[in-house]
DNA sequence: TATCAACTGAGACTGAGTATCGTCAAGGTG
DNA sequence: CACCTTGACGATACTCAGTCTCAGTTGATA
């Protein structure tokens, strides 16, 4: 649960109207926690009974990922899901409990792409790289339950 | 271009049924280059005039995948595809103008992996690299035109 | 507060993937 | 070889994520 603020003074750097709805999908993703879909953020909008159109928070979610505060993430059964986060390129640990993720640097990402690119040949362009386990306080629960 | 006898012979040591669709399917996979999606394959059939449901064609693909004969990648553009591969744990670079893949180990990651769970406190279960670039021969006939 | 382009919501549409079900054939058995 | 069992098949209907269209609305700016 992070505050709004960052996303909406993306918006408006980038000259992008400071809408209604734009602002309840930006609260809608800071009251989440982990990787969330775009069914997800319509089911919450309904529960709460806040207006906006299904279109809408597909539109949203791309202008957001297009501004770098979300991000798509492919989890291990192919489904597509959605995470809050720094505008800097980095990766994204995910618990395969409770969905929770965290940012890393992973520092030693340059270096394995570089040995790719000499033993293939190719021209690294970009990479995705997401790393899947069960985080601490997960891990501390499972223990206590044991 | 690879010959369908190692799936084949997998589906028979898995003690599968081999059946003239899976043999086909099998066939269509290895006239492929690169990665190819589902629809990929039933546009081929059809064309082929060969006699294989859609339905088909997506429980063979996801049987192929548990067998490690395939494996699911994700695009940059958000499309799932599936390429041909050995069944040993492997990453995927894949050229973003041709769409051939090539596997490779990545031998850094492991140390990547352990410096992330240092840091994060997860246990890290499984991790998923995709490494994307314009390969050798793209690179060649790029650089003959220009 | 008037203007206008950017934005919105409703709803139709598309296409991937799944479920169902009656039929068929692979492969083991006698 | 003929039979039988059961896994696999194709057709088809269905679900659901995501996109497109378009008429109506709203936020920024003058």
Redesign the interface.
């Known amino acids: 649960m992070t505050d709004t603020s960052a996303i909406v003074t993306a918006l408006d750097l980038a000259g992008y109207r400071l809408t209604e709805p734009r602002r309840v999908v930006a609260e809608l993703i800071a009251n989440r926690d982990g990787h969330f879909s775009a069914a997800d953020l319509v089911a919450d909008a309904r529960q709460g009974r806040l207006d906006v159109g299904r279109a809408t928070i597909f539109r949203t979610l791309e202008l957001f990922t297009e501004l770098h505060a979300v991000e ?1 993430v ?1 989890l ?1 059964s ?1 489904d ?1 899901a959605y995470v809050e986060c720094e505008p800097v390129h980095h ?1 994204h ?1 995910i ?2 409990q409770c969905a929770r993720t ?1 940012e ?1 640097e ?4 340059p ?3 570089r ?3 000499r ?18 306080d997960c ?1 501390d629960a499972n223990g206590r339950r044991a």
Chains 1, 2 share one sequence.
């Open positions: 798509r492919d291990p192919g597509h990766h640990v618990c395969s965290t890393v992973a520092c030693g990402m270096a394995v792409a040995d790719v690119a033993r293939t040949g190719f021209r690294i362009q970009s990479h995705r790289l997401e790393l899947f386990g069960i985080c601490p891990q």
